[in-house]
């Protein structure tokens, strides 16, 4: 095993101390390029969580939450400023433990930077109001943290999920409890380093690795969590839904997603084709908001899927050192699941749908990697699963539509509602497209692929509810009192 992994990113991190897991046990993480084992870490349980949360009440009771909002931001700028000092180091530990290219993971480290320093300046811009009310009265709001609050997260984006999510709920004046994936521990107990070094108070921010079952179940459970935000797969957030209910706390889900790419006959393809090949391929697909759905105008249908097949077919897949524009999948069933989503367009197979073009995984990438290749799919039947279901793989589904009316139904018909794509000349096209697609984020003319650290993000539909991101998120992660003073 490399020892190339600092000392506490095998702990966990309660209270300012960084130790092993309260049961002794340990979690092993895999290098997705090679499949080999990486390292031997903490695998925090129920009660690593329970210390946890003690921890970060303490920290609200104590020096943290004493703080002003001004100081709590300075401390998140110096966050951002360390982030951005160490962004190297992140991306390898992120290449190691995630399969993603030093590229894209020190895109990563670069975002997680940014979201601290949106946070940090926005930590003292959170405003209350004055309410006209009857006279003699005076009325008011105040933002209020709601205490201690659980981020639970996903192994695909680590680093910018726990900017946003960790970032936003620490402006307010939260203490929090942190799970990172079992599979993506690495940059996430990197950030606590990060966090010290900031000189934020101990137990403002603990770090349990672990499983989900475990400590997943045991934080989303706990009665003295006061809110929870979950970023996963749609089962799992429902779980946390069913967990937060029984506590009645408020919950952020932020869930999965099958969003649609619209290329109308009038699109600028020279500018879409690019967009729509990386917001499929970017972290080898394993993108909660890929756009894994190309639309196509029947005019234009065959000549978008020339050009996008063309640059499909040019994709290099290969292990994240390499650097090249694909890496691995996280895991080996993952890439199994992926598979399976292929077969079917496999020759000798029947089903309706074409396999356009594939990608090619390099001839150095190690036997043991979990490589896909990145592939277009044609014709694919509206009601096929490669159609309907998150594949989290470098798979894009293509499927012709008449006019608007038919982009629309095709678009809005899946139990998902995350992003969606509009590729059109026409203005007043792109806007009455905005507004008849059932999404939480629309772009027209431009791809975001949930980028964009001011801006809200979030799904309708099965794709979750509440907003992350811009300062939407502020007000998710704060609770508003009203007070009303009678002074006649
Ligand atoms: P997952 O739901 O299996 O795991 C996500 C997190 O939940 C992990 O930390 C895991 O340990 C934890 N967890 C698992 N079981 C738990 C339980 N019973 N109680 C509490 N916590 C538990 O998801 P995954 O497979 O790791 O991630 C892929 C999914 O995440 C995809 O569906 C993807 O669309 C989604 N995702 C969504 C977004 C978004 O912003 N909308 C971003 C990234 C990923």
Known sequence: MPDAIPFETRHVLIDGHWRAGAGGQTLTLHNPSDGSALAEIARGDAADIDAAVAAAQAALDGPWGALTAAERGRILLKMSALTLERADELARLEALDVGKPLKQGRADAVAMARYLEFYGGAADKVMGETIPFAAGYTALTLREPHGVTGHIVPWNYPMQIIGRSVGAALAMGNACVLKP????????????????????????????????????????????????????????????????????I????????????????????????????????????????????????????????????????????????????VGPLIRANQLDRVNA??????????????????????????????????????????????????????????????????????????????????????????????????SGQVFVNNYGAGGGVELPFGGVKSSGYGREKGFEALYGFSVMKTVVLRHT
């Not at 921010?205 to 009665?223: D, F, M, Q, T, W």
């Not at 003295?224 to 839904?241: C, W």
């Open 341 to 438: 989503f292929l077969a079917p367009y496999q020759a000798g197979h029947s089903a309706a749908g074409r396999l356009v073009a594939h990608g090619s995984i390099v001839d150095a990438a190690p036997s043991g990697g979990f490589y896909a290749k990145p592939s277009l799919i044609a014709d694919v039947a509206p009601d096929a699963p490669l159609a309907c279901d998150e594949v989290f793989g470098p798979v894009l589904a293509a499927m012709p539509f008449r006019d608007e009316a038919d982009a629309v139904r095709l678009a809005n018909g899946t139990e998902y509602g995350l992003v969606a794509g509009v590729w059109s000349e026409n203005g007043g096209r792109g806007l009455r497209m905005a507004r008849a697609l059932r």
């Open 181 to 248: 994936a079992e599979e993506a521990c690495l940059t996430a107990l990197a950030f606590g380093r990060i966090a010290l070094d900031a000189g934020l108070p101990a137990g403002a921010l603990n770090i349990v690795p672990g499983l989900g079952e475990e400590a997943g179940a045991a934080l989303s459970a706990h009665r003295g969590v006061a809110h929870l935000s979950f970023t996963g797969s749609v089962a799992v957030g429902r779980l946390i839904q069913a967990a937060a209910a029984r506590n009645t």
């Open 250 to 325: 408020p919950v952020t889900l932020e869930l999965g997603g099958k969003s649609p790419q619209i290329v109308f006959a009038d699109a600028n393809l020279d500018e879409a084709v690019p967009v729509i090949i990386n917001a499929i391929v970017q972290n080898a697909g394993q993108t909660c908001s890929a756009g894994s759905r190309l639309l196509v105008e029947t005019s234009v249908y065959e000549r978008v899927l020339a050009a996008v097949g063309e640059r499909v077919a040019a994709l290099r897949v290969g292990p994240a050192a390499m650097d090249l524009d």
